[in-house]
């Protein structure tokens, strides 16, 4: 019981900070589009964007089809637990831009050569973007805890 309690608490703790890092980094992402920001910011942001997103997969992979909570067929057929899963599908695809350039900015400053800033201003958009369809997967988690259904 101890197990499945903690998992819930860590998932729901990181939601939080993935919450937070994600708006950050949008926050970051746009004062370096207007000449104000440092790049280093968004790249300590992004790691905690991408350390919560690797620990909310591990932990609602673990509870939903570990044998932790209700147990794969209650997950499998339930319509929130589909909303919820291709809201996560969405914010896969608007984080690839945002995560290879990203990378491609560590590797530029690794070397000490310049990096492109351009797309900035798209890349606060999309984590901006990305924070709202992680509300959405909130609002979806409370429903399907509760056993909403439709139809």
């Given at each position: 019981?101890?197990?499945?309690?903690?998992?819930?608490?860590?998932?729901?703790?990181?939601?939080?900070?993935?919450?937070?890092?994600?708006?950050?980094?949008?926050?970051?992402?746009?004062?370096?589009?207007?000449?104000?920001?440092?790049?280093?910011?968004?790249?300590?942001?992004?790691?905690?964007?991408?350390?919560?997103?690797?620990?909310?997969?591990?932990?609602?992979?673990?509870?939903?089809?570990?044998?932790?909570?209700?147990?794969?067929?209650?997950?499998?057929?339930?319509?929130?637990?589909?909303?919820?899963?291709?809201?996560?599908?969405?914010?896969?695809?608007?984080?690839?831009?945002?995560?290879?350039?990203?990378?491609?900015?560590?590797?530029?400053?690794?070397?000490?050569?310049?990096?492109?800033?351009?797309?900035?201003?798209?890349?606060?958009?999309?984590?901006?973007?990305?924070?709202?369809?992680?509300?959405?997967?909130?609002i979806a988690a409370t429903?399907m805890a509760r056993g909403?259904?439709?139809?």
């Amino acid at each position: 019981m101890l197990i499945h309690w903690f998992l819930a608490a860590v998932h729901l703790l990181v939601v939080v900070l993935g919450f937070w890092a994600v708006l950050v980094r949008g926050t970051n992402f746009r004062r370096l589009a207007a000449g104000t920001g440092e790049v280093r910011s968004v790249l300590i942001a992004d790691n905690l964007w991408g350390i919560s997103a690797l620990i909310l997969l591990v932990t609602g992979g673990m509870r939903a089809f570990g044998g932790f909570e209700k147990g794969t067929d209650y997950y499998l057929q339930q319509p929130l637990f589909h909303l919820k899963m291709t809201l996560f599908v969405l914010i896969l695809l608007l984080e690839v831009a945002p995560m290879v350039t990203l990378i491609k900015w560590r590797i530029a400053l690794a070397r000490g050569t310049a990096i492109d800033t351009g797309r900035a201003k798209l890349f606060a958009r999309i984590s901006h973007v990305e924070g709202l369809l992680m509300l959405l997967m909130v609002i979806a988690a409370t429903g399907m805890a509760r056993g909403v259904t439709f139809g």
